[in-house]
């Protein structure tokens, strides 16, 4: 049964060629390699900055970097904006109306931006959708069949595990955020549990500095408020910097007749990162592991990109990762920061 779990997205049979807009250490890092290794073209790259783009091209082999937004919006192609979020939403004003989008998360840096994009696509006739890419993984993908065809059985377990060293330093433009770990990093995961179990109906939140950090939020708790008996709750911390033995990167679903665990390879010692790891156990029985057909990086950026395009041609009846969807994605994100401003229950008084 294990071996024949899902693993992969299904690829457009004509895939239209592809025009990248931001040039950033995640298009060199996972956008590219994905896309050479998918046989997506990628017909040229933008970027604010022409130097970089044009350095990227040349070690990708790209044909052509455009000299601004508006000569890249008059490509005939599938549009990937991986600029920084607060510039999503003037670039999708640039593109051509019913373009064909997909946008790097997160959708903006809080729920007002998400809600300008949504309205953007929409008033814009874009077909559009969100790089939430965790759940297109291999191991994700696997753990999402395994639930639908009742290897899991009724959810009762959720559980995501980060203590770990994160180089926050490979990314400068979150030192002036008023807002860092949910919104940037454990979207992630709110987004693959809401793909596993759909909405809660409540969140519990805290986020907190370090003194090693100059960045808002870097370590977080959550606990999402689902229907009995499905517990889910998120323990992150970036700041473990005392060697790899008790760093951990796990995602965890038990169900009333099985168990997933999987181990996040690329976040130990990233981005070098270790191999990803899935392993499933029926009660009673053994854990085995599934042989993967593939990495979180690079490989899962190939399937939001092949499911847009299948969606456009006709291949697909729904897009998972539409901007309807993460829009309620970033909700959730937006609930759990609303909840750290709220009060916690005070210990009663002799």
Same mark, same amino acid.
């Given at each position: 049964?294990?071996?024949?779990?899902?693993?992969?997205?299904?690829?457009?049979?004509?895939?239209?060629?592809?025009?990248?807009?931001?040039?950033?250490?995640?298009?060199?890092?996972?956008?590219?390699?994905a896309y050479r290794k998918a046989g997506f073209e990628v017909s040229g790259l933008y970027d604010i900055d022409r130097t970089r783009a044009k350095a990227l091209a040349e070690d990708w082999a790209v044909p052509r970097v455009f000299a601004s937004l508006e000569e890249a919006a008059a490509h005939n192609a599938v549009f990937d904006i991986?600029?920084?979020?607060?510039?999503?939403?003037?670039?999708?004003?640039?593109?051509?109306?019913?373009?064909?989008?997909?946008?790097?998360?997160?959708?903006?840096?809080?729920?007002?931006?998400?809600?300008?994009?949504?309205?953007?696509?929409?008033?814009?006739?874009?077909?559009?959708?969100?790089?939430?890419?965790?759940?297109?993984?291999?191991?994700?993908?696997?753990?999402?069949?395994?639930?639908?065809?009742?290897?899991?059985?009724?959810?009762?377990?959720?559980?995501?595990?980060?203590?770990?060293?994160?180089?926050?330093?490979?990314?400068?433009?979150?030192?002036?955020?008023?807002?860092?770990?949910?919104?940037?990093?454990?979207?992630?995961?709110?987004?693959?549990?809401?793909?596993?179990?759909?909405?809660? $109906?409540?969140?519990? #939140?805290?986020?907190? *500095?370090?003194?090693?950090?100059?960045?808002? !939020?870097?370590?977080? &708790? %959550?606990? @999402?408020?689902?229907?009995?008996?499905?517990?889910?709750?998120?323990?992150?911390?970036?700041?473990?910097?005392?060697?790899?033995?008790?760093?951990?990167?796990?995602?965890?679903?038990?169900?009333?007749?099985?168990?997933?665990?999987?181990?996040?390879?690329?976040?130990?010692?990233?981005?070098?990162?270790?191999?990803?790891?899935?392993?499933?156990?029926?009660?009673?029985?053994?854990?085995?592991?599934?042989?993967?057909?593939?990495?979180?990086?690079?490989?899962?950026?190939?399937?939001?990109?092949?499911?847009? $395009?299948?969606?456009? #041609?006709?291949?697909? *009846?729904?897009?998972?990762?539409?901007?309807? !969807?993460?829009?309620? &994605? %970033?909700? @959730?994100?937006?609930?759990?920061?609303?909840?750290?401003?709220?009060?916690?229950?005070?210990?009663?008084?002799?």
């Open positions: 049964m294990i071996d024949a779990l899902q693993q992969r997205w299904p690829m457009p049979s004509a895939p239209r060629p592809i025009v990248i807009i931001g040039t950033g250490g995640i298009v060199k890092d996972a956008h590219l390699p991986a600029a920084p979020p607060v510039a999503h939403a003037a670039i999708l004003r640039a593109l051509p109306e019913r373009s064909t989008v997909l946008l790097q998360k997160p959708m903006g840096l809080d729920l007002a931006q998400a809600t300008a994009i949504r309205d953007t696509v929409s008033a814009r006739n874009l077909t559009a959708a969100v790089n939430f890419q965790l759940r297109y993984s291999a191991m994700m993908l696997a753990i999402a069949d395994s639930i639908r065809k009742g290897v899991i059985g009724e959810l009762v377990e959720i559980e995501v595990h980060i203590n770990l060293v994160t180089p926050w330093h490979l990314f400068p433009h979150l030192k002036t955020n008023p807002r860092v770990e949910i919104v940037s990093h454990s979207i992630h995961y709110l987004d693959t549990i809401r793909a596993l179990a759909g909405d809660p $109906q409540a969140v519990f #939140a805290r986020s907190f *500095a370090h003194p090693s950090s100059q960045l808002v !939020d870097t370590r977080t &708790t %959550m606990i @999402l408020d689902y229907p009995q008996p499905l517990r889910v709750t998120l323990s992150i911390n970036h700041h473990h910097d005392f060697g790899r033995r008790f760093q951990e990167a796990s995602f965890r679903v038990e169900g009333t007749h099985g168990a997933a665990m999987a181990k996040l390879g690329v976040l130990l010692d990233y981005p070098a990162g270790e191999p990803d790891e899935l392993w499933l156990a029926a009660r009673g029985g053994p854990w085995q592991q599934v042989q993967l057909t593939g990495a979180w990086f690079p490989d899962a950026f190939i399937g939001p990109m092949a499911n847009l $395009q299948r969606f456009v #041609a006709g291949e697909d *009846a729904n897009v998972a990762t539409r901007v309807e !969807d993460a829009w309620r &994605t %970033m909700a @959730l994100v937006e609930a759990c920061y609303e909840s750290t401003r709220q009060p916690g229950t005070p210990l009663r008084q002799p």
